[in-house]
């Protein structure tokens, strides 16, 4: 008997994360799909700057490595390099490129069974999931979507992409019951917009549980999709 081939799942990262940090925070999740699933994990198209400067860039250290400069999928305001879930955005300064970044990566490190979404990431999966609905050839739809710490994006159509219609793809919406940064309303939100979606919840805050409880019922869900 031919062994099982692990699922390939493309991953997003939230804001203000570095690819090899999402990758660490990732990392209890890999360990406990492993075997189940492929995690290839993606950050944002903008660097992200502080008041410090640029993230990992000390005045001795040089340049920061690219993977490990801390990024962002788009920005809420015009003249700053911030973002905030739960406020009604002047703009969605640099949408565009972080479509164009995760269609580019669906294109050439695909093909993909599955998303997973953390918090921003979250939010511009589902939003790549409703424009593959909606016939954008950009993006072929998955099989499945993994959302944690989700959330409806707002602003400029985003949130009416969203809302056109139930989403009919298995999906699975973690969040936990403590979340100060995307409370969980904000992720039953998200949920409600998926035709049979399933929820877990952890009485922890914004991270990505994977203790027992949860791998359960991340392996629950995924032993569907394997072949």
Known sequence: MAARQPLR????????????GFREKTGALRKALRGRAELVCLSGPHPV????????????????????QIRGWWFSEQE???????KEPTV???????????AQALNKLGPFDGLLGFSQGAALAALVCALSQ??????????????ISGFCPRGLGLQES???GPLSLPSLH???????????????????????AITLTHSGGHFIPAAAPQRQAYLKFLDQFAE
Do not use: K, M, N
Not at 49 to 68: H, I, M, N, R, Y
Not at 92 to 102: D, H, P, Q, Y
Not at 134 to 147: H, K, M, S, V
């Open 162 to 164: 969203i809302l056109q």
């Open 92 to 102: 969605c300064r640099g949408l565009e490129e972080a479509l164009g970044t995760v």
């Open 49 to 68: 700057v502080d008041v410090a400067g640029l993230e990992g860039a000390g005045p001795e250290s040089g340049p920061c490595p690219p993977e490990e």
């Open 80 to 86: 700053a390099d911030v973002f905030s879930a739960l």
């Open 9 to 20: 799942v493309l991953c997003l990262a939230g804001f203000r994360q570095s690819e090899r």
């Open 174 to 196: 973690v969040f936990g019951d403590t979340d100060r940064v995307i409370p969980s309303e904000e992720s039953v939100q998200l949920a409600s917009r998926f035709t049979g």
């Open 134 to 147: 909606a016939g954008d050839r950009r993006f072929p739809l998955p099989r499945f979507i993994i959302l």
